[in-house]
Structure formats: C-alpha cells, structure tokens
T-cell receptor, first 113, second 116 residues
Framework: AQRVTQPEKLLSVFKGAPVELKCNYSYSGSPELFWYVQYSRQRLQLLLRHISRESIKGFTADLNKGETSFHLKKPFAQEEDSAMYYCALSGPPTSESASKIIFGSGTRLSIRP | ETGVTQTPRHLVMGMTNKKSLKCEQHLGHNAMYWYKQSAKKPLELMFVYSLEERVENNSVPSRFSPECPNSSHLFLHLHTLQPEDSALYLC???????????????FGPGTRLTVL
C-alpha cells in the first residue's frame, strides 16, 4: 500500500539546534517526494522536492531509497521555521499516477528562543 | 487576484442544506484538486481534475459532487452532509501534464465548513 509516515506529531527544538523531521514512505515504484510547509495564518506551500536537489531556507532532504526515507534537515534552526510540515509523495511526474498525491499526517515544528 | 482563491472562506450549514464551494486559479494550470483537512486525519485527496476531466476519485461519498466547467474553476457541491464532514476543504492546482513540476501543488486558503 502507498503510504507516507511522519512519526512525530510535534518536534520542539531550541534556536540554533539542528532539526530533523522524519518521513518514511511505502510505494511500489519510483515516487516523487515533496515537503510542504504551512506557516501560521498562511496557506500550504511547497518547500522542496527531491528531484530538485536544492536547499530552501537552509532545509535539505535526501531521498534514501534503501531506507525509503525522505527526512527533512536543517543544521541550525531559526524561530521563523516554526510551522507545520507535511511530507508527500506522488507517482513520477510524467506518469498517470502523478496526480495520486499522498500526504503524511504532518509534524508541527516549534523553535524555542 | 493571483494564485488560487476559494469562496466562501467559512460556511455553516445544516444537514439538509445544499451548498457549493468554489475555487478559482489564476495560474494557467491544467489540473485542480479538492482536499479535506481535519484534526483527525491528515490531508486527504478527494478529487483530481486534469484538463477538466476527473482522473481521480478517492472513494468519496456521493454527498460530495465535484464540477469542473473549465480549467480555471472547480466546484464542490454539498448535499445532506453529516457533522463528521466538518473540516477545512482545500483547493489546489498544478501545472498539469506538460513538462517538469507538473504535480507541484499550489493551494488556496481553504473553506472552513461546519455541519450542524
């Protein structure tokens, strides 16, 4: 079954500490993985996607096919990183399953000053 | 207005009412989506339209009826809802079937629905 698991509902770290938001997935094939973020009073928006292999706002995420994970990391947390983070997957971009998007349950990240 | 807009932002309805949610995207995208977000469950994909054709229906009860008259507009018609249908309903759009980034979702602000 296709599934995205975010084991932590809430993650609280101090400003300046490293952050790792965990995401594991189950998918038969080669999915595309995403991280979406929702800041307070803002709409849900894309943070990054694995095929871009880029760093956004200091965050990176590496797709580990062996462990079926796509953890989100940042070496030094900032207060403005406090938000709700969702991991998501879909089929490959040009496939029919590209529109079948599955979201994890989300992790609320709280950065303490 | 730019991006994805949704109206109304808040809706309270009785179980016997009929109402509609509206979504409009100004991004030139070819695909539109309805999601349900509630405290109990993660973001659930309900319907997907690509080039105005429904391509995905995730076993949604028939009391929810989508309509996509053109690539810029998406509706969700509601009738005889249940209290457990109370949730935030999010609309999203994506580029569609051409080129890379086709399934990056651009979300609207949502409609907060309360069923009494």
């Amino acid at each position: 079954a296709q599934r995205v698991t975010q084991p932590e509902k809430l993650l609280s770290v101090f400003k300046g500490a490293p952050v790792e938001l965990k995401c594991n997935y189950s998918y038969s094939g080669s999915p595309e993985l995403f991280w979406y973020v929702q800041y307070s009073r803002q709409r849900l928006q894309l943070l990054l996607r694995h095929i871009s292999r880029e760093s956004i706002k200091g965050f990176t995420a590496d797709l580990n096919k062996g462990e079926t994970s796509f953890h989100l990391k940042k070496p030094f947390a900032q207060e403005e990183d406090s938000a709700m983070y969702y991991c998501a997957l879909s089929g490959p971009p040009t496939s029919e399953s590209a529109s079948k998007i599955i979201f994890g349950s989300g992790t609320r990240l709280s950065i303490r000053p | 207005e730019t991006g994805v807009t949704q109206t109304p932002r808040h809706l309270v309805m009785g179980m016997t009412n009929k109402k509609s949610l509206k979504c409009e995207q100004h991004l030139g995208h070819n695909a539109m989506y309805w999601y349900k977000q509630s405290a109990k469950k993660p973001l659930e994909l309900m319907f997907v339209y690509s080039l105005e054709e429904r391509v995905e229906n995730n076993s949604v009860p028939s009391r929810f009826s989508p309509e996509c008259p053109n690539s810029s507009h998406l509706f969700l018609h509601l009738h005889t809802l249940q209290p457990e249908d109370s949730a935030l309903y999010l609309c999203a759009s994506s580029q569609g079937t051409s080129g890379g980034g086709i399934n990056e979702q651009f979300f609207g602000p949502g409609t907060r629905l309360t069923v009494l």
